[in-house]
């Protein structure tokens, strides 16, 4: 009887978790701002949210080389650490079409979602908005999100091209500078994205979009987070 009742509860969680109830509010955020030259396709995320010991889940669109054009962008649930920067769980739902809405993505696969989110104690309270913006304040002080070429390495040929090293950077008024990542792009320029912020701590997740060689050595572009901390790790 109590194994029959903590089932009913855990189904009753799951059929009314966030997700369920607001999936029309989500939808994909695509970097398609970003003029690219050359650039064939994409990855495309659904951000989720954050827990309170830093962890940042959402739902990541990538294409698949080795399946057919109608049904190739493989669907992933990602848990990512922002103090370690460590994806700390990858679970790939299943395998969709190009133009599948995020609203579709969240009814067919919520319940498997709500129950990732949960064992990272994620919260989803609604869609988190990618701000755009390189300067974030913090009360008294302004912090810039800045990127640092370090690097160019020359390339062989189109399997194997050259690429550039940047540092990222987060440069406070007040408090001096810290690198918070390394990311190679190829020949495109490393691009900041955007931010968004733990709504439980001065804690953000950034995402700058590099470029890769893909299906057949083909351009794409790949979404890159890296999470820093607002408030610990500068000089001062």
């Known amino acids: 009887m109590m194994e029959r009742f903590i089932f009913i509860a855990i189904l009753t969680y799951l059929t009314t978790s966030p997700l369920s109830v607001v999936a029309s509010e989500y939808s994909w ?9 050359n650039i064939i396709k994409s990855d495309r995320i659904i951000s989720l949210g954050f827990s309170k010991k830093g962890v940042f889940s959402y739902i990541l669109q990538k294409n698949s080389c080795n399946k057919p054009s109608g049904s190739n962008q493989k669907i992933s649930w990602l848990a990512i650490d922002l103090i370690q ?5 990858q679970v790939d739902l299943g395998m969709e079409s190009t133009n599948v809405l995020a609203v579709e993505i969240l009814k ?34 302004v912090l810039i999100i800045q990127t640092k070429l370090v690097k160019t390495g020359i390339g062989e040929d189109a399997v194997n091209p050259g690429y550039k090293k940047y540092h990222v ?16 792009s190829m020949y495109q320029p490393l ?15 950034t995402l700058f979009i590099s470029e890769f060689r893909g299906c057949d050595a083909f351009p794409e572009m790949r979404i890159n987070i890296v999470g820093a901390s607002l408030k610990y790790g500068f000089p001062h």
């Open 191 to 205: 691009h900041f994205w955007g931010y968004i912020k733990s709504p439980f701590e001065e804690r953000i997740a």
């Open 85 to 89: 920067d460590k994806v700390v769980e």
């Open 29 to 37: 955020a695509n970097p398609s701002e970003i003029k690219l030259k």
């Open 169 to 184: 950077l987060l440069n406070s008024n007040k408090r001096g500078m810290k690198k918070i990542a390394q990311i190679k």
């Open 108 to 141: 067919k696969y919520g319940k498997r979602i709500a129950r990732y989110n949960s064992k990272y104690d994620v919260i989803t309270s609604g869609p988190y908005n990618i701000v755009t913006n390189r300067e974030i304040n913090l009360g008294k002080d």
